[in-house]
């Protein structure tokens, strides 16, 4: 029996008297990423991206450990529920224009000494003392500096589109704008390098893709790592009394911490491995967090049909934004009808073995996005569920 294959009678016997569709986490495997996660850091504690988790129990379960320490969430509202919830340190990874929430951020002393905003603008500022509505709590606020690469003079740009503020000149500058306001104070710097955190370097079948995946990461890490060396000068020249620096993710953990300009680095993905990162030459983790989809059909030979399945991860629309059809191995899609919103069949000789009402085991693409379509996951150990937890959504949040 292969490791998969014995992974499949496991998840199958743990899960026999639950009807599928149904999530699950394997807690050994999760345990064994978070540690891997923790060495790779280097001594430099873990923050613990919530958005590629969405599920409370297991946000406790990962800051339990030693090496971890904060939450990085997605949306303000989402950070109110976290610190009323008792997480101390979260912040808060994009800008908001939750004037409400402002408005209770501002009004509620445990809620604005828990919770760290990010700005990349002074009308961002503007909004949130137009927000205040009131309240007179001093709000924390973080920096965001822009990692993409730039070659030939700017016509060319690798990296996500996220802050306008690339030069250290620009970041004190609004720190200065920051320092000078009453009501704020400067706290941290975050820059996250998503073209490498985020993208594979071994693409499977595309061996020259890779080796230029690999080319450019490398020269996006040495360029950003002086740069961000400077903005970090530059900004602790203005509030020499910053509390921090975030930097990575997921897929570039070890090269981040690495810089001296880091005092912490930040990961999610890592937790749960789903595959779009299997693709790292750097760092290889165990799936942890599987969905399983019921046989109800069997068109003919090497053909099944399952419930449901079609759950595209977000990002550019393509192949590697579906799940993937896991266990049984040897199973794929039909080329002309994909992951179905209601049905989806199944190609391969495994299907010969089916039965109606069996499982069959998918891995989302990303990470926390499963949590939204599960109210809850089955946390398993060994060939038995242990405890069964609410997502997120399970909780009734849903915070975009």
Known sequence: MTPRAGDRARYDRATAHLDAPVAIVDLEAFDANAADLVRRAGGKPVRVASKSVRCRALLERALAREGFAGIMSFTLDESLWLARAGFEDVLLAYPSADRAGFGKLARDPKLAAAVTVMVDDVAQLDLIDASRAGGTEEVRVCLELDTALSLLGGRIRVGARRSPLREPSQLAELARSVVRRPGFRLVGIMAYEGHVAGVGDAVAGRPLRSRAIRLMQSAARRELAERRAAVVRAVRAVAPDLEFVNGGGTGSVQHTAAEDAVTEIAAGSGFFVPRLFDNYTSFSGRPAALFAQPV?????????????????????????????????????????????????????????????????????????????????????????????????????????
């Open 296 to 400: 109800v059909r069997r068109p003919g030979m090497g053909v099944v049909t399952v419930l449901g399945g079609g759950y595209p991860a977000s990002g550019a629309a393509g192949p590697d934004r579906l799940p993937v059809p896991y266990l049984p191995e040897g199973l794929r899609y039909d080329p002309q009808e994909g992951a179905g919103e209601v049905q989806t069949p199944l190609l391969g000789s495994p299907a010969d073995d089916l039965r109606i009402g069996d499982k069959v085991w998918f891995r989302h693409a990303k990470a926390g996005e499963l949590c939204e379509r599960f109210e809850s996951l089955h946390l398993v150990e060994g060939d038995r569920i242990t405890a069964t937890v609410p997502t997120y959504r399970g909780e009734g949040r849903t915070f975009l």
